[in-house]
């Protein structure tokens, strides 16, 4: 189920969550607790900017050249001279027990969005098969983000 202009309701494992479009478009989610808002988020942000998501997830994991064009090896090499996270599980266990939650929520809402939908036709034309998210997805274009912004 995609959100288009009418309000849905989704039974997450973490509660249950409404997403409607105010009268700008822009969505609103409502939810049980806050990792069910976080799962909302995820399901909304794959929604609404799945290319611009997957474009980060593959930018910052240094497989560029592997699943978009081998052309650019350089900048895979670039990303990879700077491991944004050379240890996941180092990482993630720095986080508390909610932010953590939070964000396999979060990684749960994206997945989530996918079991009921196909992708975008871009990946298709690109021979791109799009893998799950995971929590080492989210921290490294966090860590990007700190870099380069």
């Keep these: ?6 309000s849905i309701i989704l039974d997450s494992p973490f509660g249950k969550i409404t ?13 049980s ?14 929604n609404d900017r799945q290319l611009q998501t997957y474009l ?21 090499k670039y990303i990879r001279a700077f491991p944004f996270l050379a240890d996941p599980e180092k ?9 953590l939650e939070n964000i396999e929520a979060f990684c749960a809402g994206c997945n989530f969005w ?7 036709w871009e990946w298709k034309l690109a021979g791109v098969t799009l ?10 274009i966090i860590n990007g983000f700190g870099y380069v912004g």
């Design 1 to 6: 189920m995609e959100l288009k202009r009418k």
């Design 19 to 31: 997403i409607k479009r105010n009268q700008y478009g822009i969505p609103e989610i409502y939810a």
């Design 33 to 46: 607790n806050e990792a069910a808002l976080y799962f909302g988020q995820g399901f909304v942000q794959i």
């Design 56 to 76: 980060l997830k593959i930018i910052f994991s240094g497989r560029a050249a592997e699943l978009l064009n081998a052309e650019l090896v350089a900048l895979d």
């Design 91 to 99: 990482e993630m266990s720095k986080l508390s027990k909610t932010a």
């Design 114 to 120: 996918f079991a009921g939908n196909k992708p975008r």
């Design 131 to 140: 893998e799950d998210w995971s929590p080492a997805d989210i921290l490294r």
